[in-house]
């Protein structure tokens, strides 16, 4: 059974709250794939990072930097950013627009938490911001996409991609511990990339303490009206 996801104005529900805290304290995310390997419904949990596999990531990271600047074709972040600024596809108007959103957007959510602060909540007024924020944050987004898939081929993001690869070789297992892919090579050359991919984005939000559920839940909270006390 698909589960309902809670519409703008719904508060977190618990049960995400309580999945959020099992897996700070298990170390892991246990996922379900709905077929993976001629299987239904496999679980797979993700664990994290130890410092000794952190340690091998960093190593593979330096190697990636160092062999790619041994090659005239590639770049740095910051050429390319050059590059791109010089040729007008990328510079300070696009920043000086994203640092204009993020400023908007901060605006908003100074002045909800200040009104629902003050106990007197008008809903017309926080429905409204609630649309001007979401409408920034999709203007927020496109951006940033468009940003970082200019960067994509650059030295440190193909540096990361390895780095990420030996993190997900080593901490991506079936319920009974065997690995699910045991090594880089495996991992890639996995042929479900529908799987793979799910598996990516669940452990890349993991790995920085986060499920999608909540991030996708946080304008919920926010403009949360609660009880109105307003009268309107």
């Known amino acids: 059974m698909e589960e309902i996801i809670p519409k703008l104005g719904d508060e977190i529900p618990e049960h995400w709250l309580k999945k959020a805290e099992k897996e700070v304290n298990t170390q892991y995310r246990s996922i379900i794939l709905d077929k993976y390997k001629d299987k239904d419904n496999v679980e797979i949990h993700i664990y994290q990072p130890s410092t000794k596999i952190e340690g091998f990531a960093t190593d593979v990271y330096s190697r990636t930097v160092g062999r790619y600047l041994n090659d005239p074709d590639m770049k740095m972040r910051k050429e390319l950013i050059d590059i791109y600024k010089k040729r007008g596809i990328w510079g300070n108007e696009q920043e000086n627009k994203l640092e204009e959103i993020q400023e908007k957007m901060r605006d908003i959510e100074f002045s909800t938490v200040k009104m629902k602060a003050g106990g007197r909540i008008n ?5 409204k911001w609630r649309s001007q924020w979401l409408k920034l944050k999709e203007e927020k987004h496109t951006l940033l996409n468009e940003k970082t898939t200019l960067l994509t081929g650059s030295i440190e993001s193909r540096a990361e991609e390895e780095g990420v690869k030996v993190k997900l070789s080593h901490c991506v297992k079936y319920p009974d511990g065997t690995r699910v892919w045991n090594s880089v090579d495996e991992f890639e050359e996995d ?4 799987a793979v991919t799910k598996i990516l984005n669940e452990a890349l939000w993991f790995w920085v303490g ?4 909540i991030i996708a839940s946080l304008p919920n909270e926010l403009f949360s009206v609660g009880e109105d006390k307003s009268g309107n």
Request: charged share 45%; aromatic share 0%; glycine share 8%.
């Open 123 to 127: 809903k017309e007024v926080l429905d």
């Open 191 to 194: 042929p479900e990339k529908g």
């Open 210 to 213: 986060l499920t999608q559920e």
